[in-house]
C-alpha cells in the first residue's frame, strides 16, 4: 500500500518550510525580521552591487571587446569549392556565387575568394577581394581576376 503513487510523500525530515520573517512576535522572526535595529541594511536602502563605498567590482573590472566601425567584412569563399561548382569558361559573380548555393548572403563589402585548394580549368572569377594566392592560381589556371 505504501509503494502506491498516491501515497507517496517526502521522507520525514528531508523538507522544510521556509521562514516567513516580519509576521508578529510569536514566530520568532517577528519586529525587526532578523535584520538587526536600526542602520542601512535594516532599511532596506542598499543597491545591488554596492560595496559600501568600495568602488564595486562591475566598474574595478574593465570593459572588454572593441568594434571595429572601418573593418571590412566580406563573404570569404574557397577557390577549390568554386573550381568543384563552375564548368571551364563560366563567369563566376555574386549572383553566379548565390544562384549554386555557394553563398547565402553577401555581406556589406561583397565577396572575398581565397585561396585555399587547387583550381584546374580556366574561370573568369569577378569578386571585391582577392588573396594573393587566389589571384595566382586562377591566372596560372588561364583564367581571369576582375576586381568588382
Known sequence: MANELSHLSPAPGSTKKRMRVGRGEGSGKGKTAGRGTKGQRARNTVAAGFEGGQMPIQRRLPKFGFTNI????????????????????????????????????????????????????????????????????????????ETV
Do not use: Y
Not at 72 to 77: A, E, M
Not at 94 to 106: C, E, I, T
Not at 108 to 134: C, M, P, Q, W, Y
Open 70 to 145: 572601418f573593418a571590412k567584412r566580406f563573404t570569404v569563399v574557397r577557390l577549390d569549392r568554386i573550381a568543384s561548382r563552375f564548368e571551364a569558361g563560366a563567369i563566376v559573380d555574386a549572383q553566379a556565387l548565390k544562384d549554386s548555393g555557394l553563398v547565402s548572403k553577401v555581406e556589406r563589402d561583397g565577396i572575398k575568394i581565397l585561396g585555399n585548394g587547387e583550381i584546374g580549368h580556366a574561370l573568369t572569377v569577378r569578386a571585391a577581394a582577392f588573396t594573393r594566392s587566389a589571384a595566382e592560381k586562377i591566372e596560372a589556371a588561364g583564367g581571369k581576376v
